[in-house]
């Protein structure tokens, strides 16, 4: 049986549709022989499930950056292990989603779905909530829960962080990706936005972070924290934003060290983004710049492959790395061109 799967298995199509064969495209490959030799025979049912589902499974593995798996590994057989011990992971995991209403958010739940896990969102609209968890539900979820917060409000966090841990039984991963709204424009010296939006923002997450702990020490689990490229290279426009993102960055960098010293079973990985093409992102940047926005689908899985293979931190696009790496260098040139990729007329 192994010889007729490994002769199948080098006739198959580069990527076949999900779901209709027995082996991702990943293991389509001559060194993989020796592991499908090991394979004992055993009979498997199989229930099909629907063109949606597969859909949304298909795009999940079209766009998964496969190279992150390949970096950790020393070989083929590792690197089978780590792909198919991440997907394993996924399933029936106990995930907390914020901000997942709309935008990175939401994909990132639905993507969670499609991999089976049990998925507890939470965003400010009720009602658009429960359409995401529905389909949640569609798309494979063991468990797709939902509870309106407003972060704002200083006992929300610890409240939606409860819900969450009561009705799962537990928590596996913590993720967090809300933000409030804020203007895409020169500061106005309004300071009390700027402090309304570090509760939502920042002070949020470590609220949210401090609840958690516990469960995630007895799960071995992990917090991952969604920020931006605007936390490491400063631009106009965004003061407000801008200084809720370095927060996250400094004070989770710093939570990294202190956790790996006291040698904890908690993990965090902080995930740095470009600009995402959310709804949210392209209507407040719309006239003022031509940078390139990258997929909010393709960012939600990245989030998702970085915090389950325990990242200390990632980018995407990847090559923002680089940028930060010496955005130091020439640091003139670096804001000259900073400056220019903006149209502003100032004022007479």
Request: contains cysteine.
């Amino acid at each position: 049986m192994a010889e007729n799967c490994r002769e199948k298995a080098y006739k198959a199509p580069p990527r076949p549709p999900f779901g209709k064969s027995d082996n991702n495209f990943i293991l389509f490959i001559p060194a993989y022989k020796e592991i499908l030799k090991k394979e004992v025979p055993v009979t498997l049912s199989i229930r099909k499930w629907s063109n949606e589902v597969d859909a949304k499974l298909q795009d999940c593995f079209s766009s998964t950056d496969w190279n992150m798996f390949q970096d950790l590994s020393d070989g083929i057989e590792e690197f089978t292990t780590s792909v198919t011990g991440f997907i394993k992971s996924l399933k029936g995991a106990r995930v907390l989603v914020t901000g997942a209403s709309t935008g990175i958010g939401e994909q990132m739940a639905y993507h969670l779905a499609g991999f089976g896990a049990q998925v507890v969102i939470t965003a400010r609209r009720e009602k658009v909530l429960q359409q995401v968890a529905e389909k949640c539900q569609v798309l494979g979820a063991q468990k797709a829960l939902y509870i309106a917060a407003d972060m704002a409000n200083p006992s929300e966090p610890e409240r939606v962080v409860k819900f969450a841990v009561d009705k799962l039984g537990g928590l596996d991963y913590l993720v967090l990706n809300h933000i409030g709204p804020s203007p895409f424009a020169m500061w106005d010296r309004d300071v009390e936005h700027t402090r309304w939006l570090m509760q939502v923002n920042f002070l949020s997450y470590l609220q949210m972070a401090k609840t958690v702990l516990p469960t995630l020490e007895q799960s071995q689990g992990s917090i991952v924290v969604v920020t931006s490229l605007l936390g490491k290279i400063s631009s106009p426009f965004v003061a407000p934003y801008t200084s809720t993102k370095f927060a996250l960055n400094g004070f989770f960098g710093t939570l990294q060290h202190e956790l790996s010293m006291q040698r904890s079973n908690v993990s965090i990985t902080i995930c740095i983004l470009g600009l995402i093409d959310t709804d949210s992102a392209m209507e407040k940047v719309r006239g003022i710049t031509n940078i390139q926005a990258w997929p909010a689908s393709e960012a939600a899985l990245h989030i998702i492959t970085s915090g389950a293979t325990q990242q200390t931190e990632s980018y995407y696009p990847w090559f923002w790395y680089y940028c930060c790496l010496i955005r130091d260098w020439f640091p003139y040139f670096r804001d000259m061109s900073l400056r220019n990729l903006y149209k502003y007329e100032p004022f007479a």
